[in-house]
């Protein structure tokens, strides 16, 4: 496992809650397909191995106006396309090798309207 790992740690009187979050800038010159590695590999298999660690979360910050070619339509996507691509992508993750885990992925937009 990555000993860069920093987890968050809820703990309630009930539950005790541990989340490892992966944060990936958009402005990387990746593919819609590519950017869903983290989300697949690094988030659900590698930072999600320990049986305490069932939650994960991969944040993408958007910095640059940029888009990406959807591999499948090879039409133009914009981030909100990408990022809800990438939220259907994590809801079908449900398992790794360790057990039963859940995944989300959420966006950050810091780009201003124009």
């Known amino acids: 496992m ?23 800038s958009a402005t990387r ?28 979360i991969l944040v993408i910050t958007h910095h640059l106006a940029r888009q990406w070619r959807d591999t499948e339509t090879n039409e133009l996507m914009m981030f909100p396309d990408l990022i809800q691509r990438l939220a259907a992508t994590a ?7 360790s057990g039963p885990i859940e995944v989300k992925c959420l966006g950050i937009d810091s780009i201003e309207p124009r």
């Open 2 to 24: 990555n000993a860069k790992v920093t987890g968050i740690t809820v703990t309630t009187p009930f539950h005790v809650i541990a989340m490892d979050p992966e944060y990936v």
């Open 29 to 56: 010159r990746w593919s819609v397909w590519s950017a869903a590695s983290p989300l697949r590999n690094q988030l659900a298999e590698d930072y999600l191995k320990p049986e305490a660690r069932r939650h994960g």
């Open 91 to 97: 809801a079908t993750i449900v398992r790794n090798s």
